[in-house]
């Protein structure tokens, strides 16, 4: 493609993005589509001709755009936002044009500078403790991975890096609560702890961690010779956004010196508001900590912010520099490479410059704080409602609840929430998820798409009623 042509394409995509965020709303929000249909519409095998851009944009808006599930929809409420703004979009598109690989300074120095500043401004934004140093990372997933190989390095002396975890000599055990995200025990797993040495610990009727099951659970590994090595405490569990204790949880893995790890990935970012940071109390006592801008703070994925207290023991752990990689004749400066898994590095802190320059935290503050108001609408006006029952109370801007009709067992009341949840979702209006809530099937209200505002809860709220009192 020539530059001209690029040039004509790119300002007539410009349109259509525009357009897109101005009508997302009138899109399905879950996509439509049967399994494999969209693969059906695909050719068997690639062209040997190249094919003009016409062609190929007509075939995504034909082809693709039906099978896509709009995650900037105003009336999306599943799972947890990944949502978006303008500004972020537009630093996206730059960061596309430059194609730079960010993984040393000197790939492009801009890129490390910038993602050191702005986790420095980000700590600044959260009121994180003194003392924690950030990197950005793809995903939570990948830095609770990080977090669980530095702990295994410090409970090994850096042995298991060198020789393996089998032949360090420790069998070590890792601890988070039963609601932990699943990326606790994939990461024990690729870290080579190994499932079973992941120890779920039950959580009290808040679904936090019980602190005497901890400490119970760490005695008796301690008195069967196997070594604590991390504790991963959460900041808003995905099913219902439970709150561990971080305080408690920090002091009882210090006291047997085991490493502590905060996942925080979706609620992490209502830290900018002074009136949420009570839920991270502790946090001056953790290791490491991270949280999704990529979730909740209008910022694409991929974008997860990690900090950690020692980051020379996150690079002894992950940093190996052969030749081809080496900068020399540059003191002072930070290759993040070391910092994490992928050598490969994106320009991500450029996304969050736009962002955090466009809104101002005044401005993000405003936005998180009419989700959560709007969550706490939407919960009060279902708690009003004899027939619905809240089944997990209000934690930021996520609750549960479900249809309790009359004189139904609590088999048939699951059957009864599977099928509202379908029908909900197949009104293309509204996308919300479940969940199981003490083994019961319950649905999940989350508020967090950047646009979304009253009038769209509202809405919810009357398909949810109407939806759950049509007999059928
Ligand atoms: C979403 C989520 C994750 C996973 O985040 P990724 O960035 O997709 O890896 C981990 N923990 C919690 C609590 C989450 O909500």
Known sequence: MDNETFRRHAHALVDWMADYMAGVEHYPVRARVAPGSIAAQMADAPPEQGEPFEAIFEDFREIVLPGMTHWQHPGFFAYFPANSSPPSVLAEMLTATLAAQCMLWQTSPAATELEGRMMEWLSQALALPQGFHGSIQASASEATLSALLMARERATDYASNAQGLAMSG??????????????VEKGARVAGYGAQMVRKIPVDETRAIRPDALEAAIRRDVAAGIKPACVVACIGGTGTGGMDDVWAVAQIARSHGAFVHVDAAWAGSALILPEWRHIADGLELVDSFVFNPHKWLLTNFDCSAHYVREPEALQRTLSLVPEYLRTHGAEGIT????????????????????????????????????????????????SAEPDFEITSP?????????????????????????????????????????????GRYVIRFQVGQTNTEARHVDAALDLIRKTARTPG
């Open 394 to 438: 209000l934690r930021l801007a996520l609750f549960t609840f479900r249809h309790r009709p009359e004189g139904l067992s609590d088999e048939a009341l699951d059957a009864h929430n599977e099928r509202l949840l379908a029908a909900l979702n197949d009104t293309g209006q509204v996308y919300f998820t479940q969940t199981r809530v003490n």
């Open 170 to 183: 420790e069998r070590l055990a890792v601890y988070c609560s039963e609601d932990a995200h699943s990326s």
């Open 335 to 382: 290759d993040y490479s070391n910092w994490s898994v992928p050598l490969g590095r994106r320009f991500r802190a450029l996304k969050l410059w736009f962002v955090l320059r466009s809104y101002g935290l005044e401005g993000l503050r405003a936005i998180l704080r009419r989700h959560i108001d709007l969550a706490a609408r939407a919960h009060d006006a279902l």
